[in-house]
């Protein structure tokens, strides 16, 4: 079983792999960002706006755990899916037993340095006196759950890499269908308000984690846990971390803009605006996330067919995602922009707050049908190893071009400088990754026409190598069509 998955990355046709893989990691990341919207409808409902205005504080932390995560399962994936397509099982296995113990290391460092001081940095993070008992008591308990989060998200990425994509679908939408019916329980039930929201998240993550351990126990895998593996390898870590630290970077940055948002939220709107940020953020993951699953698909193909230097299938590859997710992008902008009332009224009654956040809506997703290409720009170089471009491109729009943007802005529009900052980063990221994504695609293309000439000659010569030739430049007719 395990062999055919690898086999399949490199001999079933392009468009089906990538549905077959993007697609379970995008039934679990719908519902992820599922159980997000609800624990917000929950706390809009029964706390009310503070409650969101908390969890929106508590959120850079999150996101700074999921960055975790991602530069561990992005790096660690890249390298696991090469070494396959190179036949180099040892080093796969090597890469998994680092990932592993960088797991632990980062995670226990996140929790300890957060519990040590949760006032300082909630304070630091944006959070008014009013708005800071609410943050304190979620972060307080989601910083217990920081490993299993960190583990969680990282596993997702690392079994995926091999070709298969249902076991981190199972985790995820075990987890988030878990959260959702203990939120039910801790929020509705016992009345625990943010702090219930907490302890469902944590006991959710702690049972993805379970599940994905259980994945390498019980040696369904085709990368094996030896304990051997888990002893640090400078080689093996530098890589790691130098391709997954794009993705950690741009996340931090996310966490980092985040910061800077919340405050200027609360100097020019207040914590009304908090509130609707809050509630925009998670609008925004929910649409989010069928581009990154498209993302997620794209990285173990290419990385597997470029470390097996076929670079037909990798053209087809960042092709066919780029198309897939442009097209969701676009109808994601069509449905926010026209309909935000609606969508916000699922999340709170607070005609204020349903005010406010149709009209940061608007400005908010002004420009979300570019960012399709943009997501799968952004893990074109990370599935090839490229660690400079892709660092380039991770911190583009939050570093280069946002924080800029939400510092200056609102100087000048108030609040809608706030809003306007996301346009204004996203456009212009999305000419970045143009720029320095298309040379890499015509250098494939250039590869691909090379080998199939040398096919084509070596078949003139020698009709019987014409099949075993085709072989080596593209699965099936989907593929040689380009």
């Known amino acids: 079983m395990q062999n055919e998955r690898v086999k399949a990355l490199a001999t079933k046709g392009i468009g089906r792999l990538l549905w077959s893989l993007s697609l379970p990691a995008g039934v679990g990341m719908f519902v992820m960002a599922l159980y997000n919207v609800v624990d917000t409808i929950f706390i809009g409902r029964t706390v009310g706006s503070l409650g969101i205005a908390g969890l929106s504080i508590v959120f850079p932390v999150q996101m700074l755990v999921m960055g975790v995560g991602q530069m561990i399962g992005i790096g660690g994936a890249s390298l696991i899916s090469r070494s396959l397509g190179a036949q180099n099982v040892n080093r796969a296995e090597r890469t998994l037993g680092n990932a592993i113990l960088c797991v632990c290391v980062l995670g226990i460092a996140i929790t300890v340095i957060g519990l040590s001081g949760s006032s300082f940095w909630l304070r630091l993070f944006g959070a008014s006196e009013t708005v800071l008992p609410f943050a304190r008591d979620y972060f307080n308990i989601i910083l217990l759950g920081t490993v299993f989060r960190v583990f969680a998200m990282s596993a997702n990425g690392l079994v995926r890499a091999e070709g298969n994509a249902r076991i981190p679908m199972i985790a995820m939408v075990a987890g988030a269908v878990l959260n959702i019916a203990l939120d039910a329980v801790f929020i509705v039930g016992l009345r625990m308000g943010v702090s219930g929201a907490a302890i469902a998240t944590v006991l959710a993550q702690v049972v993805s984690a379970a599940y994905l351990m259980s994945y390498y126990l019980r040696h369904r895998s085709s990368v094996r846990i030896a304990f051997r593996n888990l002893a640090p390898e400078r080689s093996v870590l530098r890589e790691i971390l130098a391709i997954g630290v794009s993705s950690f970077v741009r996340t931090t940055a996310g966490s980092l803009v985040i910061v800077f948002v919340n405050r200027s939220l609360v100097a020019y709107g207040g914590d009304i605006a908090v509130a609707a940020f809050g509630v925009l953020h998670r609008i925004i993951m929910f649409f989010f996330m069928p581009l990154v699953s498209i993302a997620q698909g794209l990285q173990p193909v290419l990385g597997f067919n470029y470390g097996a230097e076929r670079y037909d299938r990798a053209f087809r590859a960042i092709e066919i995602s780029a198309i897939a997710a442009t097209i969701l992008a676009a109808l994601s902008f069509i449905i926010v922009f026209f309909f935000p009332a609606p969508i916000i009224r699922i999340f709170t009654t607070d005609s204020a707050l349903v005010s406010t956040g149709s009209h940061g809506a608007k400005l ?96 003139s010569d020698n009709p019987g190598t014409a099949d075993r030739g085709s072989d080596s430049v593209g699965a099936n007719g989907e593929d040689r069509e380009h």
Do not use: C, H
Request: net charge positive; glycine share 6%.
């Open 364 to 459: 908010v997703f002004f420009v979300m049908y570019l960012l399709g290409f943009q997501m799968v720009g952004s893990v074109v170089f990370q599935a090839i190893g490229k660690a400079v471009p892709a660092f380039i491109i991770a911190i583009s729009r939050n570093v280069l071009f946002f924080l800029p943007a939400v510092l200056i802005l609102p100087r000048f529009l108030g609040l809608n400088g706030v809003w306007a900052s996301f346009p204004v980063a996203d456009s212009l990221s999305f000419v970045l990754t143009v720029l320095l994504v298309l040379p890499q695609v015509r250098r494939f293309r250039r590869a691909a026409l090379e080998s199939r000439a040398v096919l084509g000659a070596l078949a």
